[in-house]
């Protein structure tokens, strides 16, 4: 029937009465498009995309024709919106589909009857393109109107829902708060308790990045006194502690979470929660309360990746303590978890396990770390990412790997160069790169005792190190060290007094940069040795002033240190 009728207006372009038949063909065709929205594969397939070239064509001859009624001319606007919208969705170019869809709802909004069917149908439409466009104040003014102006029972039973839930993120975005409120109070019971939930945690995150952190938790509360079931109240009542933990509100957050988890401790977010509460504790200075919490969190979900998270949380902070042994042991009992094997954070423990092992400073840790590194760089399955921070920490385990009684301790500083080359081409502007120039240097300083050919090497190690734009001033004060080092070897102290200076008087600061005080501190007292084997004692003194100015703690030493300088000065 469909080809016979568009055979016939073919047949008929100038006759003025087929343009009814054009605008139900269009209409026709626009069904036989939207009977397949349920199929994904097929929704905007080139069969569908050429119904509605076709659909649009028919509008577009009765809006072109001055012959066409204005009771046609509303309901072809409004095709013409639906195909121009459907193209949109489609990513039809050019991109100026949303526009034309938007126009076009806006012409027929204008024509179509209220409180009619077809009209309330343009006016949201034209809503929800405003919305997508971001005028949030028109866009809220056209779900008002559906709301306020008693559109057909048929529009307000289909459009309400919607246009309060559009409506309610346009008063988010306008910052009206009281407004958002109303509009959440009338969508409540219209939606399905896990949509609703999910709406309004979401109105909250918005409220909450556009500073409006009272009012989303006046949102949020409002919400959870009202709700009927856990469906809707437990959702709500865990966004209400994340908002406290965005909020850095450490104790109301660890409150919240706590009686959340005591209510309903078998939901499928009980371990997100478990895992921000302990996250809390930490942010709060609560240790050792987070500590347990988060050995209890990895023991409750072994097969989890928020326990493998824990566990991870657990190695890290024991290895920031220096507690190497229980690093390596937290490690461990991620890596012997078959659940976990070749995630990321798997592989990271890993490293991190090559670290502790290290940090231990015994034959068993470094054989150890000698393990772990070595399965980490051959596995295939390894994160590239991974990589460079594993070369370097080989190339630390073999500056320390001097087996007892051994004479070739310098094949050791070569094969430590040679990790940390890797480390260089893997990522040669990263953070990692710059410590690996260190590193490398020093080892370079090391070789020099055996050949006086590596200063040059040590030397230009250093300096490669100020290059990446990721060496931060410990970076670049570490180097400004080793440059001195190499200088002062080669019998060129003005040269090495210059580079320990930089860091000394803070030339190797960016602007918002703060010094590193061990660095400070050690170069100035290397400028100050310096001067005083060169009989310099006046300078000497003024760098031990410097020094007692910027340690107080140490102001004592340094002033004696100056006082003594000054006595050994000439007249």
């Not at 896990?194 to 500073?211: G, I, N």
């Not at 040269?495 to 100035?524: C, S």
């Amino acid at each position: 029937s469909q080809e016979r009728l568009a055979t016939w207006l073919n047949a008929n372009k100038a006759d003025a009465e087929a343009h009814g038949l054009r605008v139900s063909l269009g209409q026709l065709l626009l069904r036989t498009h939207f009977s397949v929205t349920n199929d994904p594969a097929r929704v905007f397939a080139a069969d569908q995309l050429a119904l509605l070239s076709q659909a649009a064509g028919l509008f577009d001859q009765v809006l072109t024709n001055r012959a066409a009624t204005p009771s046609l001319q509303g309901p072809a606007w409004l095709g013409r919106g639906w195909c121009r919208w459907r193209e949109y969705e489609a990513g039809i170019q050019p991109s100026n589909r949303l526009a034309e869809a938007r126009a076009a709802f806006a012409r027929a909004a204008e024509i179509l009857p209220w409180p009619g069917y077809e009209a309330a149908v343009a006016t949201h439409k034209l809503g929800e393109c405003l919305w997508i466009e971001g005028q949030w104040r028109p866009a809220l003014d056209r779900f008002i109107t559906i709301l306020s102006n008693q559109p057909s029972a048929t529009a307000a039973a289909e459009l309400t829902g919607p246009a309060l839930q559009l409506g309610s993120r346009c008063a988010v975005e306008l910052r009206d708060g009281p407004l958002t409120l109303r509009l959440v109070d009338g969508l409540r019971g219209r939606m399905e308790p896990q949509a609703f939930a999910d709406h309004v945690q979401w109105l909250s995150v918005r409220l909450a990045d556009l500073r409006r952190p009272a009012e989303a938790r006046d949102l949020l509360a409002r919400q959870i006194a009202s709700a009927q079931d856990d469906a809707v109240r437990a959702p709500l009542e865990l966004a209400l502690a994340s908002l406290h933990f965005r909020a850095a509100d450490w104790t109301n957050a660890i409150a919240t979470y706590d009686r959340w988890l005591a209510r309903y401790p078998r939901l499928e977010a009980a371990p997100a929660a478990e895992f921000e509460r302990a996250m809390a504790a930490e942010r709060a200075g609560l240790t050792t309360n987070s500590v347990v919490l988060f050995a209890t969190l990895a023991a409750h979900y072994p097969t989890n990746q928020l326990g493998l998270k824990a566990g991870l949380w657990l190695a890290s902070h024991y290895y920031n303590s220096q507690d190497y042994v229980r690093s390596e042991l937290a490690c461990v009992s991620i890596l012997t978890n078959a659940a976990w094997a070749g995630s990321a954070d798997w592989h990271r423990a890993r490293l991190l396990a090559s670290r502790a092992a290290l940090g231990q400073r015994s034959a068993a840790g470094l054989g150890n770390a000698r393990g772990y590194l070595t399965n980490l760089v051959n596995d295939t399955h390894c994160p590239m990412a991974l990589l460079p921070e594993a070369f370097l920490v080989f190339g630390d385990m073999f500056q320390r790997e001097f087996p007892e009684g051994s004479t070739n301790v310098w094949e050791n500083f070569r094969d430590a160069i040679a990790a940390y080359a890797r480390v260089i081409q893997l990522a040669p502007a990263s953070e990692w790169a710059a410590q690996a120039h260190i590193a490398a240097g020093y080892s370079h300083l090391q070789l020099a005792v055996q050949t006086s050919t590596s200063y040059g090497a040590a030397y230009d190690q250093f300096q490669s190190a100020l290059d990446p734009p990721a060496a931060d001033a410990t970076i670049r004060s570490a180097a400004k060290w080793g440059l001195g080092q190499v200088k002062r070897k080669l019998q060129r102290p003005d040269e090495a007094f210059d580079h320990y200076a930089d860091v000394l008087y803070g030339k190797v600061l960016k602007p918002g940069e703060q010094q590193n005080d061990y660095w400070v501190r050690k170069t100035g007292v290397e400028a100050a040795q310096l001067l005083e084997q060169q009989g310099r004692w006046d300078q000497a003194a003024r760098v031990y002033d410097r020094l007692a100015s910027l340690f107080p703690a140490l102001k004592l030493v340094f002033d004696q240190s100056a006082r003594r300088a000054r006595s050994l000065a000439p007249p």
